[in-house]
């Protein structure tokens, strides 16, 4: 028989992906018309530029993607049935670690939302990396690490499962879109930047 105890609250974020996405746009529309306004760079700046923007994307997104490759983890340990009592009697605490590490009250997510990027064509495209990344954090992540939540309390929760599917799936396809744009910008500076640091997941968010 199912534990009755509901799980945690949905985020704001959670339940508004919608408007996320939304805001999401008009940061790119932002930043799309400040690629437009004329600048005068050499290659060799615009590439150190880059370089040093998707530095700071992959150490905005690291926290992040620890608390997410974690939770899904012990998800799929759980399912497997190969947690034991005291593994479990841990599992809030981290997972309630994992949530703030995705969403917009901690500090690197404030950042990475904040990221300033050259207006240049390959900037344009690290910009529109930069959106993706936002909602492969505060929305993809976050929610499936919330479900994961609300699974540990209550395992047969098939809301739960249907949603944790769905954010896996969106994980992928965003970190496909990501790497998508950054390959793009590559190609303009004619370099391999740093890549993004969006890992492939276990249970098929990858």
């Given amino acids: 028989m199912s534990d009755p105890t509901?799980?945690?609250r949905p985020s704001f974020w959670h339940r508004r992906r919608g408007l996320?996405?939304?805001?999401?746009?008009?940061?790119?529309?932002?930043?799309?018309?400040?690629s437009d306004l004329p600048v005068s760079s050499s290659r060799a700046n615009d590439i150190s530029a880059e370089r040093s923007v998707m530095t700071e994307v992959n150490t905005d997104l690291g926290p992040c993607?620890?608390?997410?490759n974690q939770a899904i983890g012990i998800w799929n340990l759980q399912a497997a049935h190969?947690?034991?009592?005291?593994?479990?009697?841990?599992?809030p605490g981290l997972l309630s670690d994992d949530q703030a590490a995705c969403s917009f009250t901690n500090e690197s997510i404030y950042d990475l939302t904040n990221?300033?990027?050259?207006g240049s064509p390959a900037g344009k495209l690290i910009g529109q990396l930069v959106a993706t990344a936002t909602l492969w954090t505060t929305?993809?992540?976050?929610?499936?690490i919330e479900d994961v939540q609300s699974l540990m309390d209550n395992p047969g929760d098939a809301t739960a499962h249907r949603s944790?599917?769905?954010a896996e799936a969106e994980l992928a396809v965003d970190r496909r879109s990501a790497l998508s744009e950054e390959d793009a910008a590559d190609r303009i500076l004619d370099v391999r930047l740093p890549p993004a640091d969006l890992p492939a997941l276990p249970g098929g968010g990858g």
């Fill in 65 to 68: 993607a620890l608390a997410v």
């Fill in 20 to 34: 996320l996405i939304a805001a999401t746009i008009v940061v790119v529309v932002a930043v799309s018309v400040l």
């Fill in 82 to 91: 190969q947690l034991t009592p005291a593994d479990r009697s841990g599992t």
């Fill in 115 to 118: 990221i300033e990027v050259p």
């Fill in 6 to 8: 509901p799980g945690p």
């Fill in 164 to 166: 944790l599917s769905k």
């Fill in 139 to 144: 929305s993809d992540a976050l929610r499936a």
